[in-house]
């Protein structure tokens, strides 16, 4: 069976072997890990990778740095309205920190038991092989950007199809955010092309298209922004 999404899915179970050895035959990547843990070895780091063995192994021990950040750098981290996440679902979001976001989201659906989603990554933030090897290992997928208007036509009706197909045969939830980029002025408007995106791939009308992918709104605050540093300077850039 051909594999339309092969370039943009997250990798499945069969392809986390491979994916773990391109890791750990990159020195980039051990580099990178021993930035923050400078006593690891690759024995070590070799050791931790041989308990995962499938993509939700890799949310599973991902919680753990997780669960440190939340008790060592937050006064606390708060949900509401879990019950109203009814899976599989597009957990569609304003967006604010890249990484945060998601992973806070999946934090709180591992902690209670709950199926964690797949994550919309944009292409222009993997700049190294081995970050496009980790976040596909970590049930990301692929959103292809920068590309002609001839090529992300035919990008963004892949992606609309790999949405559909994970929701209604993967039975996977999915995390997404609701505009191109961080709303850096806080005005949160999902983008009207997002929308247009989800429902391209069905066979029915508009509503029905949508209705299908059971979106389910969710609305991430922190008390401080965790780059508002580096808004701030932008908009200083523009002003000046």
Same mark, same amino acid.
């Given at each position: 069976?051909?594999?339309?999404?092969?370039?943009?899915?997250?990798?499945?179970?069969?392809?986390?072997?491979?994916?773990?050895?391109?890791?750990? $035959?990159?020195?980039?990547?051990?580099?990178?890990?021993?930035?923050? !843990? %400078?006593? #690891?070895? =690759?024995?070590?780091? @070799?050791? *931790?990778?041989?308990?995962?063995?499938?993509?939700?192994?890799?949310?599973?021990?991902?919680?753990?740095?997780?669960?440190?950040?939340?008790?060592?750098?937050? $006064?606390?981290?708060?949900?509401?309205?879990?019950?109203?996440?009814? !899976? %599989?679902? #597009?957990? =569609?979001?304003?967006? @604010?920190? *890249?990484?945060?976001?998601?992973?806070?989201?999946?934090?709180?659906?591992?902690?209670?038991?709950?199926?964690?989603?797949?994550?919309?990554?944009?292409?222009?933030?993997?700049?190294?092989?081995?970050?496009?090897?980790?976040?596909?290992?970590?049930?990301?997928? =692929?959103?292809?950007?920068?590309?002609?208007?001839?090529?992300?036509?035919?990008?963004?009706?892949?992606?609309?199809?790999?949405?559909?197909?994970?929701?209604?045969?993967?039975?996977?939830?999915?995390?997404?955010?609701?505009?191109?980029?961080?709303?850096?002025?806080?005005?949160?408007?999902?983008?009207?092309?997002?929308?247009?995106?989800?429902?391209?791939?069905?066979?029915?009308?508009?509503?029905?298209?949508?209705?299908?992918?059971?979106?389910?709104?969710?609305?991430?605050?922190?008390?401080?922004?965790?780059?508002?540093?580096?808004?701030?300077?932008?908009?200083?850039?523009?002003?000046?």
């Amino acid at each position: 069976m051909t594999d339309n999404f092969a370039d943009i899915r997250p990798y499945t179970t069969e392809e986390i072997p491979a994916a773990k050895k391109r890791l750990l $035959d990159d020195n980039s990547f051990v580099t990178f890990v021993q930035q923050f !843990q %400078p006593q #690891i070895n =690759i024995e070590e780091l @070799r050791a *931790i990778f041989n308990q995962i063995q499938t993509p939700n192994d890799v949310h599973h021990y991902c919680r753990f740095p997780l669960k440190w950040l939340v008790e060592n750098k937050t $006064d606390s981290l708060t949900v509401s309205g879990l019950e109203n996440f009814e !899976q %599989p679902a #597009i957990a =569609i979001s304003n967006h @604010r920190d *890249i990484i945060l976001d998601a992973a806070f989201l999946n934090y709180i659906l591992t902690i209670n038991q709950m199926e964690t989603t797949e994550m919309g990554i944009g292409d222009n933030l993997l700049a190294t092989d081995w970050l496009h090897t980790c976040i596909r290992m970590a049930k990301c997928f =692929i959103v292809k950007r920068s590309l002609s208007q001839r090529e992300m036509l035919h990008a963004l009706t892949q992606l609309s199809a790999y949405i559909r197909y994970a929701i209604t045969e993967k039975r996977t939830s999915i995390w997404i955010a609701q505009r191109e980029g961080r709303a850096k002025n806080s005005d949160d408007k999902t983008q009207e092309s997002i929308l247009k995106m989800f429902a391209i791939s069905g066979n029915s009308s508009f509503i029905e298209n949508i209705k299908a992918l059971n979106i389910t709104p969710l609305t991430i605050s922190y008390e401080y922004d965790p780059c508002d540093f580096l808004k701030a300077k932008e908009f200083q850039l523009q002003r000046d």
